[in-house]
């Protein structure tokens, strides 16, 4: 009888044990057909959202002390596989993060991921980075600097305090010859020789800090009520600036929002000093609920970066998504991009874009269906 009451006790103290941790997996599938300026119709993916699949756990240690992890990798809906984040085609390449976590206070963490400064203009997008010639949203208009996802980062995330935040991350020089080579077709090439130095540029480099320069990122911000208010700065000598442009410097954002109840309002700006110290990026955005569906609409100027530092970038976009269920969900966006500047020859000759992707001269055209999991 005592043998079956202990047993009982300890297998009753495992389940409690057992109850305490947690891992949950999730992610997205989003395909459908899209035309691009210069490009035929073509059946799309990440548009809406990027296909991806992830998993998450967490582990109660007691007195408000948590350890948790998330691994997300990046799919293609259209060609199987896996999909390229910042030139990396493997698993864990949107985000890798193992954390130790104290309620109250905030939240440790190491991996890769994108860095805080990203949150301070991406808050600005109706479309949360959706849509476009490359899914980027009203996103693309920004730096890399901001929006780029690093290797070995380190990053500290507060609690709350009376609507406040801060979001901190940063990198050791020790970290700047580890590199990744670019990605060919889907496949993730051989490691680069650290002795290579012709490689430490573009996407060849995940990292934050270079060997004698310290990177970071922070991000700042307010949300209480209806008000989201948000601003960060970020620096990454390890990247250089596309197009040019002095690393060193630093990149500024900030971004709004506003919740009538009827619709809510955005606005973001940005200021890259890598390439000039009187050019700006910036956006305005409205979204409305509409029906079983949501609105949404922006428009933006980015004059940094690209080809050729003086090049600019107009785009306006309206999208619509129409909910099926809570968890699919079709839509349509039309996206106009116009073009212009020193680098771009003509305004049909693909531009890079701050984020290192490339954008063409025109109008695009996106359907299709998402659906979470």
């Known amino acids: ?23 949950t997996m999730y992610g997205s599938l989003d395909a459908g057909i899209e035309k691009t300026p210069t490009r035929s119709a073509r059946v799309s993916n990440n548009v809406e959202s990027n296909s991806r699949i992830g998993f998450r756990g967490v582990e109660d240690l007691g007195g408000g002390l948590q350890a948790s992890f998330v691994i997300e990798t990046g799919l293609r809906s259209d060609t199987g596989g896996f999909s390229s984040n910042s030139g990396l085609a493997s698993i864990g390449n949107r985000q890798t993060w193992l954390s130790l976590g104290q309620k109250g206070v905030g939240t440790l963490s190491f991996g890769r991921g994108r860095v805080a400064a990203y949150n301070s203009t991406a808050k600005a997008d109706p479309t949360a980075a959706s849509y476009g010639q490359n899914g980027d949203g009203a996103t693309m208009l920004y730096s890399s600097a901001n929006n780029s996802r690093f290797d070995n980062v380190i990053r500290f995330q507060t609690a709350v305090w009376s609507g406040f935040s801060a979001d901190l991350a940063f990198g050791l020089h020790g970290d700047d010859r580890e590199l990744r080579s670019p990605v060919d077709g889907g496949v993730t090439a051989a490691p ?17 800090s270079s060997a004698n320069k310290t990177g970071y990122s922070v991000h700042t911000q307010y949300a209480q009520g209806p008000l989201y208010v948000g601003f960060g700065v970020a620096r990454s000598p390890a990247r250089p600036a596309p197009g040019g442009g002095d690393t060193d410097s630093k990149v500024y954002g900030a971004s709004a929002t506003y919740d009538l109840g009827v619709a809510k309002l955005f606005a973001g700006a940005e200021l890259d000093d890598r390439y000039n110290k009187n050019k700006y990026a910036g956006n305005l955005g409205v979204k409305a609920p509409l ?10 100027i980015d004059q940094n970066g690209g080809v050729g530092i003086n090049d600019k970038l107009k785009s306006a ?25 020193a680098g771009t020859g003509s305004p049909t000759v693909v531009k890079a874009s701050n984020n290192n992707t490339t954008v063409r001269d025109g109008t695009s055209y996106q359907v299709g269906i998402n659906h979470k999991f």
Do not use: F
């Not at 680069?192 to 995940?206: F, K, M, Y």
């Not at 029906?291 to 428009?299: F, S």
């Open 1 to 23: 009888m005592k043998k079956s009451l202990v047993a009982l006790a300890v297998l009753a103290s495992c389940g409690a044990a057992m109850a305490q941790s947690s891992v």
């Open 291 to 300: 029906g079983a569906g949501t609105l949404m609409a922006w428009y933006g």
């Open 192 to 208: 680069i020789a650290p002795a290579t130095p012709a490689v430490l540029n573009g996407s060849a480099t995940r990292n934050i």
């Open 317 to 341: 976009q309206v999208a619509y998504s129409y909910a099926l269920s809570k968890r699919t969900n079709l839509y349509g966006a039309l996206t106009n991009d116009t073009v212009r500047g």
